[in-house]
């Protein structure tokens, strides 16, 4: 079973590092995974994203607002305003990851300059990307280190707290011998027994 997971997981950053170089469009359709799924459903975001496809480019707000609404997204008024708005950002993004290799300059960018996008999505959205120093930190991360009494509960995730329990899966990962990309699969897999984008 071990063997089995781990081969998942190492196929699932493969793919995720085979996605750095991908056309504009595939990148932006990533991003609007990461705000779609942000509060909301991982499996019935990326159904959305798959059938709304490139026209993540293209199509108005309110038309967009309506096929969201149609495939069932909690959110579809605000998300769509969120890909509306990166979409404006997108050659800028483009160009950034392009030319910057600092991870956590890229993530500070999206975070001021695309709205929707937390620490969480802004990380999600580079891991998915290849990008592999960065930690996803959700509900389901903080229960298993709750858990496991390695942190309090948080009564909220603040910049500050969120870069104090990235440094501490850092740590944890670097004692694995692992990136916290890989760690971020694991966690998700003890959490949840799947391996998701």
Known sequence: MEDKVRRVVEARIKEFESLRNSPRKDLFKELCFCIL?????????????????????????????????????????????????????????????ETVDDEFAIREWLVKNVKGIGYKEASHFLRNIGFKNLSIIDFHIIDLLVRYGLIERPRSLTRRRYLEIERLLRRISEELGISLAELDLYLWYMETGRILK
Do not use: Q
Not at 64 to 83: C, D, M, N, Q, V
């Open 37 to 97: 799924a942000a509060n909301f459903n991982a499996e019935k975001a990326w159904r959305i994203v798959d059938e709304i496809g490139d026209n993540f480019l293209s199509l108005p707000k309110d038309e967009l607002t309506e096929s969201l609404k149609k495939l069932g997204h909690r959110f579809p008024k605000s998300r769509a305003e969120y890909i509306i708005h990166a979409r404006k950002n997108l050659d800028k993004l483009a160009e950034i990851l």
